[in-house]
């Protein structure tokens, strides 16, 4: 079965993790400047590094779609520089997953697909996508939602350690992203960790950075940089979330109770 899923950023990644290994063909689409800060789980890092590796699925760029299908014949999932989707139109997948987390719907149809999935807030189950997932940590996050929305954005961050807004690293002006902390440095709250053209940006409170943008993105004031972990766990930075890997579970069950149904047998 194939899917598309658009966005790779590190809830994509964990959605395309779980669907690889479970047995899925799967290609991902994102920005040529993606700007996922969680880059260490995120399959968008194979664009401007050429291949990104999370808890062993390989993640590859592919310039078009002949190199696309050689990237899958090896086993690996192709990302394409591609924010239109176009190769939804090309390639005709079985399945197609917005996972951009815009918080709405920028060009996703029903019609994309046999099954299309809408990630978050922005979507409405059977008027723009056959099933929409929570994304909302908390009790209903990764859910399969079949009439109606995801819980809307609210603008504030998950909880915690007990932070929420604290935790992001936001840039301080426009400008161009120049990070000193790395991902995986230990920081101390008021710690110069980025730069935003001049401007030094600092730490909200001590932690773990457990994000960072790479080097040169431009960035707008207050644009979301970075994050940092109070749980001070460094494995953390390097494995896919909890929420991830729920909202990942959560597009798995709407494809297989789409295809499969409660009977266990293809619809």
Not at 30 to 43: I, K, N, S, W
Not at 105 to 115: G, I, Q
């Amino acid at each position: 079965m194939r899917v598309v899923i658009k966005g790779a950023g590190d809830l994509a990644t964990g959605i395309g993790f779980r669907l690889k290994k479970s047995g899925f063909t799967v290609v991902m689409t994102d920005l040529e400047v993606p700007t996922a800060v969680r880059r260490t789980v995120a399959f968008s890092r194979a664009i401007y590094e050429d291949s990104a590796t999370v808890e062993g699925v390989v993640a590859k760029r592919a310039k078009d779609q002949e190199e696309m299908e050689k990237i899958l014949k090896q086993g690996n999932i192709p990302v394409l520089v591609d924010p239109e989707a176009q190769i939804v139109k090309d390639w005709k997948p079985d399945v197609v997953v917005d996972a951009i987390l815009a918080k709405k719907n920028l060009n996703t149809s029903m019609d994309d697909a046999k099954l299309v999935i809408g990630v978050g807030p922005g979507f409405t189950a059977k008027k723009d996508c056959h099933f929409v997932v929570e994304t909302k940590r908390g009790h209903y996050l990764g859910s399969v939602i079949s009439q109606g929305s995801a819980i809307p954005n609210t603008g504030v961050p998950g909880n915690i350690g007990g932070y929420t807004v604290e935790r992001i690293i936001r840039s301080a002006c426009d400008g161009v992203f120049h990070p000193v902390a790395q991902i995986g440095d230990f920081v101390q709250k008021g710690d110069i960790v980025a730069y935003s053209g001049e401007e030094p940006i600092y730490a909200l409170l001590t932690g773990i950075v457990r994000g960072m943008l790479q080097e040169g993105v431009v960035v707008t004031k207050g644009m979301k940089s970075g994050d940092i972990d109070p749980r001070c766990e460094k494995e953390h930075c390097f494995t896919i979330s909890d929420k991830a890997r729920s909202i990942g579970g959560g597009v798995l069950e709407a494809i297989l109770s789409y295809f499969y149904g409660e009977s266990g047998l293809p619809v």
